[in-house]
Antibody, heavy 119, light 107 residues
Framework: QITLRESGPTLIKPTQTLTLTCSFS??????????VGWIRQPPGKALEWLAM???????PYWPSLKNRLTISKDTSRNLVVLRMTDMDPVDTATYFC???????????WGQGILVTVSS | EIVLTQSPATLSLSPGERATLFCRAS??????LGWYQQKPGRAPRLLIS???NRAPAFPDRFRGSGFGTYFTLTISSLEPEDSAVYFC?????????FGQGTRLAIK
């Protein structure tokens, strides 16, 4: 059974850097043909894909956020970390960790973590 | 980026009726289009992949169709638990994109 769980701060100040951690189980990000990534959803709005990481260390990013995002993996600890710099109130959203088989659809989601950006 | 436009934005129907949701792509995505169901306060769930492959957890009342730039999600004989927001998503090209969603309310 594949599980994903997000952790990190729920309140962050403008200009600070957000660091979110996804702890996963049920697969290997070093040997399996899978990808782990992040999707966010502002309150009441649509889903926005942010970044993915693969066993090959390929790391596609949402183009307009590429300069602010860094995704990394720790395969020994089954963790994926997303860093987002220069946070702004418009970045307030629920951030989901997601799993996909190879380049398929997102078949497993974490419960999400609501991050509020406010001074 | 490929823009996905969903219509209608909201839909209000009665139990037993048929719902038809649309997703139009700004350029062809072939058959690499999926649908998700999201209920309030919950993460989305993959409903349909590659146009018409329904996830095992969902009943066959849910049907997907289409190709290229025009796609449809049909829910026949609506049940109260079908009340949710439905999003389409393409995986044909980077960046991965989603539609803005259709909110389905069951009266």
């Amino acid at each position: 059974q594949i599980t994903l769980r997000e952790s990190g701060p729920t309140l962050i100040k403008p200009t600070q850097t957000l660091t979110l951690t996804c702890s996963f189980s049920g697969f290997s990000l070093s040997t399996d043909d899978v990808g782990v990534g992040w999707i966010r959803q502002p309150p009441g709005k649509a889903l926005e894909w942010l970044a993915m990481v693969y066993p090959s260390d390929e790391k596609p990013y949402w183009p307009s956020l590429k300069n602010r995002l860094t995704i990394s993996k720790d395969t020994s600890r089954n963790l994926v970390v997303l860093r987002m710099t220069d946070m702004d109130p418009v970045d307030t959203a629920t951030y989901f960790c997601v799993h996909r088989r190879s380049f398929g659809f997102f078949d497993t989601w974490g419960q999400g973590i609501l991050v509020t950006v406010s001074s | 980026e490929i823009v996905l436009t969903q219509s209608p934005a909201t839909l209000s129907l009665s139990p037993g009726e048929r719902a038809t949701l649309f997703c139009r792509a700004s350029e062809s995505v072939g058959s690499e289009l999926g649908w998700y169901q999201q209920k309030p306060g919950r993460a989305p769930r993959l409903l349909i992949s590659d146009v018409s492959n329904r996830a095992p957890a969902f009943p066959d009342r849910f049907r997907g169709s289409g190709f290229g730039t025009y796609f449809t999600l049909t829910i026949s004989s609506l049940e109260p638990e079908d009340s949710a927001v439905y999003f389409c998503q393409q995986r044909a090209n980077w960046p991965i994109t989603f539609g803005q969603g259709t909110r389905l309310a069951i009266k």
